[in-house]
């Protein structure tokens, strides 16, 4: 079942790019992705055995990080029955990259070899990297270059780090996940921790994290907001799936006071750099990728908070990606009908378009985590764990942060909610499949900031054990 979750995208890719119609691609985009969804799906009830000798293996992990792709995929297939009513570019290659993307981030979530988790990882920033410039500008075409060069020096270092990891388990001859954890003893201290510096600032520089956060901005403001979604809820995510495998070797080594002290460190500052920036953005997409970053500050934060922490991580995992389907969706959607995301050029949206301007609120409150979204618990249970550990000045530096990105996001939504409306470019009415696919995340992120289901809780509980966090 995992190879076919692998392949069948794979050859999904080939399929698309041959000359159909538009409209085929998008039908098949569609069945896939909700193919794709109901083999996640069934794993819930029974994970699926392992395959090529323990190379590629589902756990608990694994299983929250395919969930997120699904449904985030599921989305976005609804959302460009819609989208591209009104797109008369080619989608032959940018439908292709997503389902190539689609394939390569399942295996990062099924690898259980950490050489091969980084071959997974360095292929989705090539196959991501087209879908940043579908627009073809000059703008877009920069923003792909400075993602691809900045991912690739970050994806480089954790090349090295994985031949540091290599080094420190001579004596164990593999990197399969199991043997490592079941050879801890015999790891190389001063090897390891060399290695776990890489990790972290390559896996770090895919996520996003400050300082090497620059390409964030750019390539979310310029790729469309399908693209926003998956780079953002998911892809992000495959990276800090890397860094989950390396606290469970933290865990078993003895090493886990130094992994979270540099964790905490790149955590802080990812939360204070986009609180510096915000307040003077201007364009929606850029603000909600400066909330990305904040989001992945959050992220490596609770894992180096311990168990209380991991649990709020694990449960802020699924929380982001589904807040980024909101808002990356809705930027998306104000974008096609004005043919721009700035603050100066879209006004008064809920006059014109009423259902766009509700959920652009939405978005808004998904994203900075206010009560009933459940991004509210995820966070509160972070910077719990925070107090928890008596880290009281990071928990009111998180706050703090917190807080000017509320007034910083909130001041350009509501500047372009409000105001004199402004005639619409292209679209002059409300779409129901692009609607309907951004509803979809309001509800589900409302329902479980209200109840949350006990499947879920005993999922995320499991992740926690598995990674020995304390």
């Not at 009513?85 to 390569?104: G, V």
């Not at 399969?176 to 003893?185: N, Q």
């Not at 997409?285 to 609770?302: C, D, N, P």
């Not at 990105?405 to 350009?412: H, L, N, P, Q, R």
């Amino acid at each position: 079942m995992l190879s076919i979750l692998i392949l069948m995208p794979f050859l999904s890719a080939l399929g698309v790019l041959l000359p159909v119609s538009k409209a085929f691609r998008l039908k098949l985009f569609l069945v896939i992705s909700l193919f794709y969804g109901l083999i996640v799906a069934s794993f819930w009830k029974h994970l699926p055995a392992g395959e090529y000798h323990g190379f590629i293996v589902l756990d608990p992990l694994g299983l929250i990080m395919l969930s997120i792709i699904g449904f985030l995929y599921l989305s976005v297939s609804i959302f460009m029955m819609g989208y591209f009513n009104h797109e008369q570019r080619s989608t032959r290659i940018f439908m292709a990259c997503l389902m190539l993307l689609l394939s390569t981030m399942t295996l990062a979530s099924v690898s259980y070899h950490l050489g091969l988790l980084w071959v997974a990882i360095e292929a989705t920033t090539l196959f991501s990297a087209p879908l940043i410039c579908f627009h073809r500008n000059q703008q877009s075409l920069q923003a792909t270059w400075r993602y691809l060069l900045i991912c690739s020096v970050g994806i480089a270092l954790a090349l090295m780090g994985t031949f540091f990891l290599a080094i420190a388990a001579h004596e164990v001859h593999t990197l399969l996940l199991p043997s490592l954890l079941k050879g801890a003893s015999s790891l190389s201290v001063d090897w390891l921790k060399l290695s776990i510096i890489f990790f972290v600032v390559g896996y770090g520089c895919k996520m996003g994290l400050a300082p090497t956060h620059s390409w964030k901005p750019e390539a979310y403001g310029q790729a469309p907001g399908m693209v926003g979604v998956i780079m953002a809820g998911a892809l992000a995510q495959c990276s800090f799936l890397g860094l989950l495998r390396i606290s469970q070797i933290c865990n078993k080594t003895g090493l886990a006071d130094f992994y979270s002290s540099i964790l905490i460190v790149s955590g802080l500052l990812s939360l204070v750099v986009p609180a510096l920036f915000i307040l003077g953005e201007k364009n929606i997409k850029r603000a909600f990728a400066y909330s990305s970053i904040e989001h992945m500050g959050l992220l490596v934060l609770g894992l180096g908070m311990g168990a209380v922490g991991l649990y709020g991580a694990l449960f802020h995992m699924i929380n982001n990606a589904l807040a980024k389907v909101i808002m990356f969706l809705t930027a998306g959607s104000v974008a096609q009908k004005y043919g721009s995301t700035r603050t100066d050029e879209v006004t008064g949206v809920i006059h014109i378009y009423p259902v766009t301007g509700v959920l652009l609120i939405a978005a808004f409150l998904a994203g900075i985590g206010i009560f009933p979204f459940a991004t509210f618990h995820s966070e509160l249970l972070i910077l719990n764990a925070a107090i928890i550990s008596r880290h009281f000045l990071l928990a009111a530096v998180g706050v703090s942060c917190l807080a000017v990105m509320f007034i910083g996001i909130g001041k350009i939504v509501l500047g372009m909610i409000h105001g004199k409306p402004k005639e619409p470019l292209i679209a002059k009415k409300e779409n129901f499949y692009m609607n309907m696919a951004i509803a979809m995340a309001v509800v589900l992120l409302a329902g479980i900031g209200l109840w949350m289901p006990g499947a879920l809780k005993h999922l995320i509980s499991d992740a926690v054990l598995l990674t020995g966090a304390v």
